[in-house]
């Protein structure tokens, strides 16, 4: 048994989710915003958390406001966008010192609650609009933002293999937004978006920390009221499978190319074969003892990194690896004899019993962040589902041999991206 | 073994220093899964020119050797050590700075067969002709990926402006051209010189019992035949005060602009609590200077000078030492202009006020606590201080004592145009 109890209170137009744990020196408050991904929204709500967050109609400019924070014993405010399968989710997050280890005893949580208070309900407007200096300033940082991604080649390429294999599927859509939509946003319509939002997103409030939930509910409730809704879900299983593998080549000036790989999982959090699914891509790229590792990496030295990771949402699995230019067959080619070997059931009961022992580590040491506690119970919101972690740690316990290889045998080859340097696509 | 309370956090340390010179810290963390032990060596990148255990010329090694020592210490004669954490549900891995290299692990299980597998890695190096030829080619690819990371180029191509003798201006990871020079025959000859016990530091927090942990840690040690070490004899050749070079472009594929802006550091000898103060005091200038509740960051925010890739940073270690400031821009020259005037205006006096300083020194305090919900934080930074003769858990005392007047000649004294510096990066073709 892990000791994570998980409150949970229906509050008006939101859920309340209480942790009690003496483990951290502070508190943390965690509003999130759900609502499905598409093109006429996606920009806008990449906006708005930034807006929202650099001034208030009490704090009307930043430096006021980041006053403020830095008055309450350097309280941390930001925000955060994320995909989560056809969703995308807004995060605001304040971490804020319990004030029973500050030589000064006066009372933060609070302090706490009524900024995200003010942040989320009082925003600094002028007439039917955002106060438009700050819609100015932070279109031009989201444009900036959006840009910056091709300037990380690691990151950009996964976002073009995204791209390229999502195509016409809203997943597609970027977590920044789209450059393109960025300058027709207006500060009276981002102000309509922010009520829209605000009335039908799907909202949950995180609190971890040495908190009473008694204390906590009387906050929530006396400061953050909203209209009731029912959240709006997709239908989920969008998903534009290829009759052949998709390959693309992109030549740029890098001196390291970049190999992503994309794959089908068409298992996703909640189904039966999901805890196979994790042991899966454990023993195939997950670690460090994983067969990409050892194969693209400890024998053929071909790569520093080559791993692979899950979209549990999505039902995407995504490899990874930075090899030379002139290295692309071979390294394609011992990834697929890994996937084959996949297939096969190819693998010893000792690499599965250490792959288990390995991700049930890992999802202890998660937990023992608050934010990586949050990130996991999240799911549960984002799937529907009730799954607790020690549902989730047995599932994958139990899962065998054959529940991995017929889960293999779902997976499918997709589209394979290569970010190769201009000498090699001579 | 002595216990050492700390009352405001609530924290308690335990500490013995053994009879071969190797100085264990435990920390209990209760309520935690994860045990995280670092077993880190006095020994980083700029530590390149040295006499060898037994020997008495100094010798020059090839640029990355202590990285590339890091990447085969995990290689024995049956395998791979990574195998072994996993078999045992832990997770490793290892970072290599300038000053220090860290060997670690993390686990939720098996925290004393783990311990005593870190230890006895670190402790029993097997280098063969074979494995390091095939290393370089790994390392090969991890230099490549830097090489076309912006960000790192442009924090290196800093320091190469600020340092023109010390070793610091060199890239950890070294070149593909100087790690092809490494053989197993270097690679003993570091080894045998900076891991020695009494050049290393072992942490552990979690939640362990720490009696029973010094006990396994000690019992490990007395097996191990240890002969007492001379002194290390590192050699630095003499480096200016002002920076070596003013400015410097670099074009690559990038499709937005960077600038930072360095200052050379003073008082780079400086230990202990000297050192302590000296660093504390540096990180809240640059957080009244360029936080985001100050005029300036508020200032070039409005201009469209900056966006929130921008960042502060001070780095202080023995023999060298650099405040850098700056992010993503639009316009590289106007920026570098800007943060300039900014540093050079903060040496005259009356610009700070006793409140901004509260107020600074309070987002400090709470920003430490932060930190320590982090075993990974208190190792890291706890063997960093103590190498450098400092207690991470003096922090919120020294900086509670930090006036007005010592940051005012701290400003005053510090900030220097020959001491400054700009790197750039801009798109190719620009």
Redesign the interface.
Known sequence: M?AVSEKITEMPGYKLHVIE??????NTIVWRMKAPLDKENVTKRALLPHVLQSSSAKYP???AL??Y????????LYVDLAKKGEYHIISFLI????EK???DPSPLLRKGFELLTEILTNPHKSGSGFEP?TIE?EK??LK??I??V?????RYSNVRLIEEMCKGEPYALQVNGEAEDVEAITPENLYEYYQHAFSEDEMDLYVVGDVKEEEVKSFASELLKFENRTPKDTNGRESNQKENVHEVKEN?????GKLNIGYRTNIKYGDPDYFALQVFNGIFGG???SKLFINV??KA?????AASRLESHKGLMMVMS???NNNYDQAVKIINEQMEAMKKGDFSD?EL???K??I???I??T????RGLLELLYHNVVAHTEINLDAWLTGMENATKEEIVAVADKISLDTIYFLTGTEAGK | MEKINFDQLQEELYHEKLPNGLNVYILPKKGFNKTYATFTTKYGSVDNTFVPLGKTEFVKVPDGIAHFLEHKLFEKEDGDVFQQFSKQGASANAFTSFTRTAYLFSSTSDVEKNLETLIDFVQEPYFSEKTVEKEKGIIGQEITMYDDNPDWRLYFGLIENLYEKHPVNIDIAGTIESISHITKDWLYECYNTFYHPSNMLLFIVGPVNPEGIMNQVKANQAKKDYQEMPEIKRQFEEEPLHAAKKKQVMQMNVQTSKCLVGIKALHVDQQGNEMLKNELTMNVLLDLLFGKSSANYNQLYDDGLVDDTFSYDYTQEQGFGFAMVGGDTSDPEQLAARLKDMLMAAKSAGSISEDQLERAKKKKIGAFLRAVNSPEYIANQFTRYAFNEMNLFDVVPTLENISLQDIQSLAQEMISEERISVCQVVPKGK
């Open positions: 892990i744990t003496d483990k951290y020196k502070t400019t930043t430096t980041r006053s924070l830095d008055e309450l014993y350097g309280a941390t971490e804020i010192a319990n280890f500050l030589s200096g300033k031009r940082t900036q933002r840009q910056s091709y300037d990380d080649k690691m740029q000036d890098v001196k390291q670690f460090s003892h990496r400890e030295s071909l790569a520093y990194y930075g090899i030379d000792e019993t250490q792959t022992a390995v049930r580590n890992q202890l040491e937990i023992d962040t608050s």
